[in-house]
């Protein structure tokens, strides 16, 4: 591959990406092929700090406009720092969350406008859309039920009315960007899940 392969994984918290995330890391793996697991917001130490600032449930008074400028912020390091360098060197990026998730959170949950935030997310729609993008889909109340009664951080405690707009904000972003990404029943066995996912992906690259 001259250029690597980028594949994100996107839904509500509680969806179940993240362990398919790293179910597909490993079939990669076994099959021979270099990937890279990342997360968003994180995945530099810049990036990181900035996460831990984001979700801090002490800082309930950030104004959403400033919580989409720190997620640009912290995408941006990570595009410039490691996203575009294993791309060029042909790796399978794998990501959990990315762009579409500050479409779905901050412009349909937040209500922010789609243009300022594609505006300040620009170097993420210039240097790395993604190739396919797996969206985990799911009822507000079952994603809510699997988080249980562990602390919730600063975004997950925003309330089910919010989660509700954001999972109806993805799933308008699947229908526009049909042929980008896959959406798939969250409620689905994680073995079904995992089949499939790494069916598509090793289509992808064979």
């Not at 392969?5 to 969806?15: A, S």
Request: charged share 30%; glycine share 6%; proline share 4%.
């Amino acid at each position: 591959m001259s250029r690597g392969l980028f594949i994100t994984f996107e839904g509500i918290d509680g969806c179940g990406k993240s362990t398919q995330a790293r179910r597909l890391e490993r079939r990669l793996e076994e099959e021979g092929n270099a990937s890279l697991l990342l997360r968003e917001p994180g995945g530099t130490p810049i990036s990181e700090d900035i996460r831990k600032v984001l979700l801090n449930p002490d800082n309930s008074s950030m104004a959403p406009e400033n919580e989409a400028l720190l997620l640009a912020a912290s995408r941006s390091q990570l595009l410039k720092e490691v996203i575009i360098p294993h791309l060029e060197k042909g790796t399978i990026i794998l990501c959990d969350r990315y762009i579409d998730s500050t479409l779905a959170y901050q412009g349909f949950g937040r209500d922010l406008p789609q243009e300022w935030l594609r505006q300040i997310n620009r170097l993420a729609f210039e240097l790395a859309i993604p190739d396919r993008t797996f969206l985990f889909d799911l009822p507000v109340d079952v994603a809510l039920s699997r988080l249980g009664d562990r602390q919730r951080d600063r975004i997950e405690a925003t309330g089910v009315n919010f989660l509700e707009k954001v999972r109806n904000g993805f799933l308008t972003l699947a229908e526009q960007e049909s042929d980008r990404y896959i959406i798939l029943d969250g409620q689905n066995q994680i073995e079904e899940l995992e089949k499939e996912i790494s069916s598509q992906v090793l289509r992808i690259i064979s």
